[in-house]
Every structure is written in C-alpha cells, then in structure tokens.
C-alpha cells in the first residue's frame, strides 16, 4: 500500500552545520504532513507541520518545504545543536482521516 | 499545560499476568490514539477513540488487548494475558480534532519476561 518513507536511514553533521531531513511520500491525495522528533527514551515530539496548499513553513530553527510534484517533504534545521541528536519522522494525514502514516524514521547524529 | 500523561513509564511483568497502562489526555482534546512501537514494526495505532467511543480498534493485535475510555480524561490499554511479544513501548497521543496535530505521551516501556 501507499506508505511515507524517508531516503537516509542516518544523518550525521557537525554542530553548528544546517541539516536536511528528507522524506518521500507516495499518496498524492496527502494534504496535511508532520514531522516529529523522538530522543531516546521519550514519545515523538511535535516539531512543525504543513498543509498541502503550502510550500514552506517557518519555525523557530526549522524549516519545512513541501514539493508536491515530486512528492517530497524536506526539514531544515539551522545552526545543529547536540540537542537535535534525535530520530525524525515524517507523517501524512490523508483529507479529514485520523490516521497518522509514518515513515521509518532518520537517525540525526551532531557531532560537537 | 502538563501534556499527555502515562503511566507507568516502565512495567516488567511475568508471561500471563495482566498489564494495564494509562493514560491522561491533554485537556480538550476529544481524541485520543493508543500506538506500539517496536524496532521491527515502527508504531503502530492500536485504537484510536473520539468523544470517548473507540472508533478504529482495528490495530488492537488480538483479543488479549483492549482499552477503555470512561471518561473525558482517561483511558486505559489493557493485555491479559500478557505475552513476550507484547514487548514494546505504548504510546498515548491526544488532539484537539480527529485529523488534527497528535500530541504523544512519554510512553510506557513494557517488558513481558
């Protein structure tokens, strides 16, 4: 079935460096996307989300970018600290469905 | 704003007893999904209630597991009998609609020795 998966199982980087996170979706009919944080030993973590009348959205350090002819959903964080070592996942929400489809997962590693 | 709240965040039990988890949602909210995360499976939704009426149970792995939700506040998942398969951390996550934002508990780490 149609599922969300991410391209880099791990990503590492140096602190202070600007990260991409990246995820590919395959449900064109998708219109609100997540992403979420995990650190060890606590439950995924709100980070930013889009719609899918959107292309980019802005937080605080993250950027997500949504390129809907190519199905693929992007997050930046700016400036890598320690504290972003973490597993990221994206999720997809179908129209007014409840259910969250997550990908995989991917590993971010910052290195001091 | 506390957030979602679990309990207990750790549970070791023995094969065959009865585990029960719980779980407080954060205020408002009129949903509530239970998930299991595992390494080989990533999470999964068990249940997912809204307005207190499980709605979607269809993820409930087998009639060893349920879950109730008595009230606006609380919910419960319970597995009896438990098994090591049953292994996993159980997250509870809240939001305000049913295809809104999902907010996740700190989870309950289950070992079923």
């Known amino acids: 079935g149609e599922s969300v998966g991410l391209h880099l199982p791990t990503l590492s980087v140096q602190e202070g460096d600007n990260s991409i996170i990246n995820c590919a979706y395959s449900?064109?009919?998708?219109?609100?996307f997540i992403w979420y944080k995990q650190e060890s030993g606590k439950g995924p973590q709100f980070i930013i989300d889009?719609?899918?009348?959107?292309d980019k959205r802005q937080g605080q350090r993250v950027t997500v970018l949504l390129n809907k002819t190519v199905k693929h959903l992007s997050l930046q964080i700016a400036a890598t600290q320690p504290g972003d070592s973490a597993v990221y996942f994206c999720a997809e929400i179908l129209g007014s469905n409840y259910k969250l489809t997550f990908g995989k997962g991917t590993l971010l590693t910052v290195n001091p | 704003d506390a957030g979602v709240i679990q309990s207990p965040r750790h549970e070791v039990t023995e094969m065959g007893q009865e585990v029960t988890l719980r779980c407080k949602p954060i205020?408002?909210?009129?949903?509530l999904f239970w998930y299991r995360q595992t390494m080989m499976r990533g999470l999964e939704l068990l249940i997912y209630?809204?307005?207190?009426?499980?709605?979607?149970d269809s993820g409930m792995p087998e009639d060893r597991f349920s879950a109730k939700m008595p009230n606006a506040s609380f919910s419960t998942l319970k597995i009896q009998p438990s098994e090591p398969r049953d292994s996993a951390v159980y997250f509870c996550?809240?939001?305000?609609?049913?295809?809104?934002?999902?907010?996740f508990g700190p989870g309950t780490r289950l070992l079923v020795l």
């Open positions: 889009i719609r899918s009348n959107m």
């Open positions: 205020s408002g909210h009129n949903s």
């Open positions: 209630f809204n307005n207190n009426v499980p709605i979607d």
């Open positions: 996550a809240s939001s305000a609609t049913g295809a809104g934002t999902q907010y």
């Open positions: 449900n064109s009919a998708s219109d609100y």
